[in-house]
């Protein structure tokens, strides 16, 4: 149990086009999603965290007009990377908790993003 | 503010020789502990975790962990390694008292096996 899916796993966009990555738990309902983001060679780094129907709290420095999250119900969240650039370019991870504090986070296999 | 440190950036060991890969962290109280292992181009696995409790925690794959009070320190440990064991491995801490539990990352360490 515990899978954490993530759709695509790789995406190749032109610069100024928005990408959508989605975050599902397949067999558990997740009331707390993170997304991280991975450079290469480094270790992650938290981009925000958001509790199913309710806004997102972003980390400082990571713009929230950038990188839209969605959690509309408790199996899926959505990051959207707006008006992308090369320096979006990275491998973005994301990772579901279910209710309690004491709970595990369970990740996905992350996707990677290259922006031309 | 929590954080934490993985001394060790790469580790090579033999195949079948122990390991032992370390981990320090900074926090006020007890923390919740973690360590979890990435494949390259993949995301994390859980190989076991540290709550409250007896502090020799045993894990996946023949993995253990101790998390030592009095050295700030949750060290992973494998007596025999195998090739497939070779990834890069991340501590990662979460404070017990934020709501979303956040996990605060170590910068990680490359295992690489040699035959």
């Known amino acids: 149990g515990a899978v954490v899916s993530q759709h695509p796993s790789r995406v190749i966009c032109k610069s100024g086009t928005s990408v959508k990555i989605e975050c599902r738990s397949l067999?558990?309902?997740?009331?707390?999603m993170f997304w991280y983001r991975q450079f290469p060679k480094q270790s992650l780094m938290l981009m925000a965290t958001?509790?199913?129907?309710?806004?997102?709290?972003?980390e400082q420095g990571v713009e929230k007009d950038k990188f839209l999250i969605n959690h509309a119900s408790l199996t899926l969240s959505t990051l959207t990377v707006t008006s992308a650039h090369p320096e979006d370019s990275s491998f973005y991870i994301c990772?579901?908790?279910?209710?309690?504090?004491?709970?595990?986070?369970?990740f996905g296999p992350g996707t990677r993003l290259t922006v031309l | 503010a929590q954080s934490v440190t993985q001394p060790d950036i790469h580790i090579t060991v033999s195949e079948g020789a122990s390991l032992e890969l370390r981990c320090n962290y900074s926090y006020g109280a007890t923390p919740y502990l973690f360590w979890y292992v990435q494949s390259p181009g993949q995301g994390l696995q859980l190989l076991l975790k540290y709550f409250s409790g007896d502090t020799l925690v045993q894990g996946i794959k023949g993995f253990e962990a101790e998390f030592k009070r009095s050295q700030s320190s949750f060290n992973l440990r494998k007596p025999s390694v195998h090739w497939s064991d070779a990834a890069e491995y991340f501590c990662?801490?979460?404070?017990?008292?934020?709501?979303?539990?956040?996990?605060?990352f170590g910068g990680g360490t490359r295992l690489m096996v040699k035959p």
């Open positions: 067999d558990f309902q997740a009331t707390t």
């Open positions: 990662a801490v979460g404070n017990p008292n934020n709501a979303g539990n956040m996990l605060t």
């Open positions: 990772s579901a908790r279910r209710g309690t504090n004491t709970d595990t986070q369970y």
């Open positions: 958001s509790n199913e129907g309710s806004k997102a709290t972003y």
